[in-house]
């Protein structure tokens, strides 16, 4: 069916209703519906039949690579990620949910390129330089260039405590212990309540090295839970 273009006084209520004409539209919404209220195990049981019958849909594919990783399953989360480049490789998201997930894989090789790919894609986006910055990290190597992703998304969005963060934790990787603490205390200044960044500030003004313990994550991949911080599956490494 050929779909017609808005005509200029069409209701808005029209409008919606077109956007989910297609029934698999629609299921992945209630999907990322149930998704956004924190209810992966039933999103994945709502969005697994829509991609059966829709197996092209990048939307869908993200958004079940997103679920996956939420839920600590990380092959196939990779493996959705992977189908959903394939099928928008204009699309940063799948590069960087691929490259975290390689990183949990300890694919380190693979999982820089992926954040790099997504930075080409989309550079202006602070998300995916910090995505380099912590693939970097990870591999413990090049890092310099995680210090300098870590910057580039200060400068991109320097209103975000996270970015701040990632920054202080590059710069202490890297010795520059002062200069870690002044970015880690305006991550702070920005946040009050993120335990963690507070918890690696301790630790540079003298603080004996935690004992980290796994836990329930309480953020959305790319995205912030307003009532559970801190958000970045980043800020829970060791």
Partial sequence: MTELAPSPGMAAGDASARAFA???????????????HMQPEKAAEMLH???????????????????????DQVEPAL????????????????????SRALTLLGRHEEAMSMAY???????????????????LLAADRQLGDAEQAARTA???????AHYYFTHGVTLAALGHVD?????????LRLEPQNPVARQRLEVLNGAPQ???????RGWRL????????????EEFRP
Avoid: C, Y
Avoid at 154 to 160: A, K, M, T
């Fill in 117 to 135: 790919r997504a930075v080409i894609v989309e550079p202006k986006n602070p998300l995916w330089h910090d995505r380099v910055a912590w693939a």
């Fill in 49 to 71: 039949p829509v991609l059966a019958g829709r197996p092209d849909s990048a939307p869908g594919w993200i958004l079940m690579a997103r679920i996956r990783l939420t839920l």
């Fill in 222 to 233: 790319f995205g912030r839970k307003e009532q559970a911080k801190p958000v970045r599956p």
């Fill in 79 to 98: 493996d959705a990620a992977n189908r959903a480049v394939e099928l928008a490789p204009e699309d940063p998201r799948p590069l960087a949910i691929a």
């Fill in 22 to 36: 297609d029934p698999s539209d629609l299921g992945v919404a209630r999907a990322a519906a149930l998704f956004e």
């Fill in 154 to 160: 200060v400068g991109l969005d320097p209103n975000e």
């Fill in 210 to 216: 935690p004992v980290v313990e796994k836990k329930k």
């Fill in 179 to 187: 200069q870690a603490r002044q970015a880690l205390e305006t991550s």
